[in-house]
């Protein structure tokens, strides 16, 4: 049973505009939730996360927004460049300290444009 | 610069044959985890160890097996290998009482069971 999911399974955005990636998840326990991007033949690496505390947080020019109502996040990617093309996974946790497992999601491959 | 290796890139196997797949990290990292990606299924959890000789089930433990000898390496053992096991299989680590955003992952092991 996936508790999280990413719908899209690709995406492709031209250089320059706005990639927004989506995720949904059923578990209303989950409260601290991640984005991880992964390029071909690498691990994936820690992107940007956000606290159910919080409904948006910023770091360049990547935006998480965390909508705990309807249990949606999305990642905004403004603007968008060739070298974000590239597989991202939203992963959620029941805790930011606790607990080893945290859930991910199918991923969506992201394609830019140039 | 922190690193976690996994000792293939790509490994191919017969049904039947017993197989071990490394983990080696150089972060002096407490938490250690095993992971397998598959397509429409996103990451999951094997296994996962906070310390040497402990070890926990993930969602998937089932025809797997891991030993923990020594702080820095963490291995995933398949005691008889089926052609459902494979997948790319992906290898983290992590300091304890630290957050899922510390948490390295290695290049990953495809594994093709035929």
């Known amino acids: 049973d996936q508790q999280v999911k990413q719908n899209s399974p690709s995406l492709s955005v031209q250089e320059g505009r706005i990639s927004i990636l989506n995720c949904d998840y059923t578990?209303?326990?989950?409260?601290?939730f991640l984005w991880y991007k992964k390029y071909p033949a690498e691990g994936p690496t820690f992107l940007i996360s956000?606290?159910?505390?919080?409904d948006k947080n910023e770091d360049g020019r990547f935006t998480v927004f965390l909508n705990k109502s309807a249990k949606h996040l999305s990642l905004h990617i403004v603007p968008s460049q060739p070298g974000d093309s590239a597989v991202y996974f939203c992963?959620?946790?029941?805790?930011?300290?606790?607990?080893?497992?945290?859930?991910f999601g199918t991923g969506t491959s992201l394609t830019v444009i140039p | 610069d922190v690193k976690v290796t996994q000792s293939s890139r790509y490994l191919v196997k017969r049904t039947g044959e017993k197989v071990f797949l490394e983990c080696v990290q150089d972060?002096?990292?407490?938490?250690m985890f095993w992971y397998r990606q598959d397509p429409g299924l996103g990451l999951r959890l094997i296994y996962f160890?906070?310390?040497?000789?402990?070890?926990e089930k993930g969602d998937i433990p089932e025809g797997y097996s891991v030993s923990r000898e020594k702080k820095e390496r963490f291995s995933l053992i398949l005691e008889s290998a089926s052609t459902n096991q494979t997948s790319m299989y992906l290898c983290?680590?992590?300091?304890?009482?630290?957050?899922?955003?510390?948490?390295?992952f290695g290049p990953g092991t495809r594994l093709t069971v035929l």
């Open positions: 160890s906070y310390d040497v000789k402990m070890k």
């Open positions: 956000i606290s159910s505390i919080k």
């Open positions: 578990n209303s326990m989950f409260d601290y």
């Open positions: 983290a680590s992590r300091p304890r009482d630290r957050g899922p955003d510390t948490q390295y």
């Open positions: 972060m002096d990292h407490e938490n």
């Open positions: 992963a959620a946790s029941g805790n930011r300290n606790t607990g080893n497992q945290f859930y």
